[in-house]
């Protein structure tokens, strides 16, 4: 009798309680130290993959995804319509998500005790990798701060402030902000040393000159990028093939880290990540079935509510079951030239356009992702940090491949742009499956609302 194959994500499902259960156990066995020693570096090699990958897979996901759309001079009225109303979506989809991260807080649903404790590691990190600590002025007079911070090894606090100590922050003029966005050498900023936001305007900028040029010589840089750009996919589905044994071990870290010799901890650690399920899947629901709608409307379209989701729906069903736009692309092109009657030429345009650049329900979930994680670790990302997240989520969209879990490898590009720590990722990942297959659904329907858009207007 043959026996089946476990799917990946179950897989990982089980890697992960198995993890947990582990941890648990040899905190209360007294096997702390074995676990963090000899098992916990193993998920330090998977995030350390993951961040190998993000930034070259970015630069030419978006080389690839740009230089895709074709010579900007046969793109027409079509193509700035579809661009416009993807990149419109994308950011309607990223507001809904800060508007609610911010009036529910899941972050600060957890104890002060943990939220200090999450503090105080984020500030060590900081320190070990140079790089500013993102104040929070609470915390200067915090009991629990002073308290947790005596019981920390390894950390060197200042003297006059007892806190651990950080650059002293530049002051900026106004447009520093937009001035940081423009790369002086590109290298740099691939090495690390830049900001997320240089490489993806090298990106788009490289893409575009690309399309301007003699498509003899722009053809075999363009195969080049492609090629890369597949390569690097390929890694990340060759990292997930074993991923259930970096996630077991990856998990084990993460709770040992924060459960210590209190396993109580955790209970809080998943009452928030409860929430912050909730904020995002009640996102997720408020974008694919009431914003999509609502932008029919005005715009309109005469189509009802029943007869649109009615007839996407297998798109959508396959979309939940896959968490691949790709793989339901057939599906979708179908369900829309079919059911809700939109011409065959803009069906063959913009929904493969839409299947590599439209992500509004990743980029919804990065934007919560940030946030909470943020608000987890008592740290107040301001306006205009907020916007960066806004900014970086809606360009990273461009760069995330139509694949399973590929929205993790760009959610630490985002951390990345506002100076947090893109391992954070373990913190979300016992849920991210499950909240994974609902954002394809809304990815997908995002791409069937604007190609109705487009052919209809």
Not at 26 to 34: H, K, Q, V
Not at 85 to 114: R, W
Not at 339 to 354: A, E, M, R, Y
Request: proline content about 4%; charged content about 15%.
């Amino acid at each position: 009798m043959k026996i089946k194959k476990i799917p990946l994500y179950l897989q990982i499902i089980i890697a992960l309680v198995l993890g947990i259960i582990w941890a648990l156990a040899s905190s209360y066995l007294g096997w702390s130290n074995f676990t963090s020693n000899w098992i916990s570096p193993f998920g330090d090699i998977f995030i350390a993959l993951l961040k190998l990958i993000a930034i070259p897979l970015i630069l030419f996901s978006i080389i690839g995804g740009i230089v895709g759309l074709g010579n900007p001079k046969d793109l027409g009225r079509m193509g700035l319509k579809t661009l416009s109303y993807y990149v419109g979506t994308t950011f309607m989809a990223v507001a809904v998500g800060l508007v609610l991260v911010n009036l529910i807080a899941p972050g600060k649903k957890l104890s002060d005790e943990v939220r200090v404790e999450s503090r105080i590691t984020y500030e060590k990190w900081a320190s070990e990798n140079n790089v500013e600590i993102i104040e929070n002025k609470r915390l200067v007079n915090n009991i629990l701060y002073k308290k947790a911070i005596k019981n920390k090894e390894n950390i060197t606090l200042d003297s006059n402030t007892n806190k651990i100590p950080q650059a002293k922050p530049k002051e900026d003029g106004p447009l520093q902000a937009l001035v940081d966005i423009f790369p002086e050498n590109i290298f740099n900023a691939l090495s690390g040393n830049g900001s997320m936001l240089q490489i993806i305007f090298f990106a788009i900028f490289f893409g575009l000159a690309l399309l301007y040029i003699n498509p003899d010589r722009a053809g075999p840089v363009i195969n080049l990028v492609n090629g890369l750009s597949d390569a690097f996919i390929k890694m990340i589905e060759m990292i997930m093939k074993v991923s259930p044994f970096f996630v077991f071990a990856l998990m084990a870290g993460v709770v040992i880290d924060i459960a210590g010799d209190d396993p109580g901890k955790v209970v809080e650690l998943f009452m928030g990540l409860t929430w912050y399920s909730v904020v995002v899947f009640g996102g997720l629901v408020l974008v694919a079935f009431a914003c999509y709608p609502l932008i029919l409307k005005i715009f309109g379209i005469k189509i009802s509510y029943r007869e649109f989701f009615r007839g996407i729906s297998p798109a959508q069903a396959l979309a939940f079951s896959t968490s691949s736009s790709a793989a339901t692309l057939p599906v979708t092109m179908e369900c829309v030239e079919d059911n809700l009657k939109v011409d065959k030429k803009t069906v063959s345009f913009v929904l493969p356009i839409g299947a590599t650049i439209n992500m509004d329900g990743t980029s919804l979930y990065q934007a919560v992702a940030v946030i909470f994680l943020a608000q987890m670790h008592m740290i107040n990302l301001s306006l205009g940090q907020q916007l960066t997240v806004v900014l970086t989520a809606t360009l990273a969209s461009i760069g995330s491949a139509a694949i399973p879990s590929a929205g993790l490898v760009m959610l630490m590009v985002v951390l990345q742009s506002v100076g947090l720590n893109p391992a954070w990722i373990a913190i979300i990942l016992p849920v991210d499956r499950i909240l994974d297959m609902m954002r394809t659904v809304v990815n997908v329907t995002g791409d069937a609302t604007v190609c109705t858009l487009v052919d209809k207007k």
